[in-house]
């Protein structure tokens, strides 16, 4: 899953609801595996784009079969990592398999690293 930050919430919280959203199950982030930064252009737009990308390992928990999933995710896929690899062309970055090498490789940071604001926390309720 990935996503974008809401108003008000931060890495953790939005990792959290960002997995919910597209795959109906819980998740608890128990370490950060990495951050990533990436830069491309939009073949459609030409815009360019830049994605930081936090890379959370923690425990999937219950799933939610009633929970539709977001617009545009038609189901959820657990693939072995020879099947991420043959499929790399239709990820949506490089950072997946980077992201994923880096998990594999025991690669593990305190969530505490991350550090948000409480003037984050309040930005919905300032507004």
Known sequence: ???HLDP????IEACVREVLE???????PAALVGVYLNRFTR???GDDIT???FAFAGTVGTHHEWRALDEGIVRTVWMTLDELHASAARHRSPLVLQSI?????GQRAP???IHTDASVLQATAAR
């Open 1 to 3: 899953p990935a996503g």
């Open 8 to 11: 008000g919430e931060s890495p």
């Open 22 to 28: 597209e795959t109906a199950h819980d998740f608890a």
């Open 43 to 45: 073949t459609r737009t």
């Open 51 to 53: 994605y930081l990308r």
């Open 101 to 105: 090498q880096d998990y594999l490789r």
């Open 111 to 113: 969530l505490a690293l």
